[in-house]
């Protein structure tokens, strides 16, 4: 198995790049069109469970859009020949001093495109 094909490294992550400006700008139809839509797919979030697109889609729309913005630190994303990947990252908000947010993302080429299929969220105390 290939890691990290270039070609397929750009792909996720120009597609980690959609997803996060996406987030932060509360764009929950681009949201939830980057998630796999089926009631496999799985969103583990700082204070809920979601599974499958439509608790997914819920989430999203009722959500406030105050207070998204944050950097992020120490991205990872790594491919695994052309068609799965995982994207990880540290993210810090304004809103949540002196903790540190967690994100992985599972992401496979489905016919559409690149999709999440599964993806945690935590946010923890800062070392």
Known sequence: ?????????????????????????NDVAALQAMFWADPRTLRYGIAENLYGSAE?????????????????????????G???????TLFHRA????????????WVRLDPGWRIVAAHVSLIDAA
């Open 1 to 25: 198995m290939e890691i990290n094909l270039p070609e397929v490294l750009a792909e996720v992550t120009a597609a980690f790049a959609r997803y996060e400006a996406a987030l932060v700008g």
């Open 56 to 80: 997914i889609a819920a989430f999203r729309a009722a959500r406030s859009p105050v207070g998204l913005a944050r950097s992020l630190s120490r991205t990872v994303i790594t491919t695994f």
């Open 95 to 106: 809103s949540a001093p002196g903790r540190v947010g967690r994100q992985m993302q599972s």
């Open 82 to 88: 052309r068609d799965f990947a995982t994207a990880s």
